[in-house]
């Protein structure tokens, strides 16, 4: 099956024709990534100047922006440097999200605006604190202290790498695939466990039993070394200057390496969907003959 549809929009925002919405919004739920080889998120030279992996304080990944409250964590930089950084990824935001409610005119009521980061730290040879948090092995996406209560995580990249060199990810099988392969092999969460995790703060908000499948999944396909070497993948290049798409908790991918990509999250209710049934939840829902959202 072909994985990946390309459209060629080259704006911020960019118009579309009722039938480009459609076939966007209609491939990402039938598990398609969507590439946007014209669309360039522009980088400043006095923002260019500035790349480098030492932007990122030492124990973290990414800088991480809320377009909600205008925060920005996990910069590293001088007090004549950081308002760049910070203007920086507030325009990216704010682009992307106009963009992304454009193409998909049928999912702008109910799209909640998640986080932005930015990510200048090169991927290959990265250490990671654990296998779990190792994103160069294939997963499906799901966060251990933030609970989707069964939303849709929707995510929006642009390689903005001024060295020419591309963003290389992996795709793996579907969700579908996955969730028969691994949902065997995982438990059940201990009574009570979920709501000490809430009241305690481990977790930003009750998870629900498709969050508890849904993680545990992400950590198993990263822990089984055999699934990651014979799983069916392909290698996919995102050129810089590019930007692509996907429902990351059904498409399952990996980053091999590249530097400097921005990233935009979405949460999708389910009921906003064209079709709830292709949603990983209802799925899991079919499979375990079981009501996974309590
Ligand atoms: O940084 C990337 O290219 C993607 C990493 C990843 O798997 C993720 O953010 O979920
Ligand atoms: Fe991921």
Sequence with gaps: MKRIKTFPF??????????????CMQSLENGMLL????????????????????????????ISFDLTTD??????ASQDIEPII?????????????????????????????????????????????????????????FPSRPTKGKRLLRFFANVNPFEIPRIWKLGEPSKQVMK??????????????????RFGITKSYRILYDHYMLHIHDKMKQDTDYQKNAAQEIVEFAPHTCWMAFTDQVSHAVLS???VFEQSFYLPIDAQESPEKSPLVYMEKLLQKNLRT
């Design 10 to 23: 080259s704006s911020w925002p960019s118009s579309t024709t009722t039938d480009e919405a459609k076939d």
């Design 71 to 76: 925060k920005m964590k996990g910069c590293e």
């Design 181 to 198: 392969k691994f949902l065997p092999k995982v438990k059940s969460p201990i009574l009570g466990s979920r709501s000490l995790m809430n």
């Design 258 to 260: 590249g530097q400097y």
């Design 86 to 142: 910070h203007k920086m990824i507030q325009r990216f935001a704010g682009l992307s999200v106009e963009f992304v409610e454009n193409i998909l005119p049928h999912y702008k009521e109910h799209l909640i605006t998640g986080r932005t980061s930015f990510r200048p730290v090169e991927i290959k040879g990265r250490e990671n604190p654990s296998y779990k948090k190792n994103d160069t092995l294939l997963h499906l996406d799901s």
């Design 35 to 62: 590439s946007f080889p014209s669309l360039n998120f522009q980088i400043t030279p006095e923002e260019q100047a500035l790349f480098s992996s030492n932007l990122v304080k030492s124990n973290r990944k990414n």
